[in-house]
């Protein structure tokens, strides 16, 4: 499954449908004897990330994940969301390859209990991560994204949510 894209070039603007339900795919602590539960569900204009977070086992994580279905323009250097969450911690997670156990890149951000955030990166705002741990890995170029995802591992067990959409590549003026 695959995520859409629709282009406007007046705006210089990609922006990413996330309201298809069967495009998203979670990857939870189970992979590793956790039991950590999430889902992902959609409305006509958002999609919201939850469940259950749980420490038990030695997990700790959940994390939802799509792949893109067009390439990001070089040009494009900047990544826009808008999140309404929990107050908790999440990481935005871009993959460079279309591998479900590599290297990602993470953007650590905070969620407003019930407000909605836009939230602007640049590539360079990412770490290369690999479970957890910082790794060596080529600096992020966005043109080269191929999976976009949320991830919870802030070791708060309990229920979590996080509303995305609005989620666009840009092209910004220098």
Same mark, same amino acid.
């Given at each position: 499954?695959? !995520?859409?894209?629709?282009? #406007?070039? !007046? &705006?210089?603007?990609? #922006?990413? %449908?996330? +309201?298809? $339900?069967?495009?998203?795919? +979670?990857?939870? %602590? *189970?992979?590793?004897?956790?039991?950590?539960?999430?889902?992902?569900?959609?409305?006509?204009?958002? !999609?919201?990330?939850?469940?259950? =977070?749980?420490?038990?086992?030695?997990?700790? @994580? !959940?994390?939802?994940?799509?792949? =893109?279905?067009?390439?990001?323009?070089? *040009?494009?250097?900047?990544?826009?969301? /808008?999140?309404?969450?929990?107050?908790?911690?999440?990481?935005?997670?871009?993959? +460079? %390859?279309?591998?479900?156990?590599?290297?990602?890149?993470?953007?650590? @951000?905070?969620?407003?209990?019930?407000?909605?955030?836009?939230?602007?990166?640049? /590539?360079?705002?990412?770490? $290369?991560?690999?479970?957890?741990?910082?790794?060596?890995?080529?600096?992020?170029?966005?043109?080269?994204?191929?999976?976009?995802?949320?991830?919870?591992?802030?070791?708060?067990?309990?229920?979590?949510?996080?509303?995305?959409?609005?989620?666009?590549? #840009?092209?910004? &003026? &220098?």
């Amino acid at each position: 499954m695959t !995520a859409s894209f629709q282009a #406007n070039a !007046a &705006e210089q603007t990609i #922006n990413f %449908d996330v +309201t298809t $339900p069967t495009i998203w795919r +979670t990857v939870n %602590d *189970t992979v590793m004897g956790g039991i950590s539960q999430s889902t992902v569900t959609t409305d006509p204009t958002s !999609a919201t990330f939850s469940g259950e =977070l749980s420490l038990e086992r030695n997990g700790g @994580f !959940a994390s939802t994940r799509t792949q =893109l279905t067009v390439t990001v323009p070089a *040009t494009h250097n900047l990544i826009r969301i /808008a999140v309404k969450g929990d107050g908790r911690q999440y990481q935005l997670r871009l993959r +460079t %390859d279309e591998q479900w156990d590599a290297y990602a890149y993470s953007k650590v @951000f905070n969620t407003k209990q019930g407000q909605w955030l836009q939230l602007t990166f640049k /590539a360079q705002d990412f770490t $290369p991560v690999y479970r957890g741990r910082e790794v060596d890995a080529p600096a992020l170029k966005l043109s080269q994204v191929k999976q976009i995802g949320f991830l919870l591992a802030d070791k708060q067990p309990g229920a979590f949510s996080l509303t995305f959409k609005d989620i666009s590549f #840009n092209r910004a &003026e &220098e």
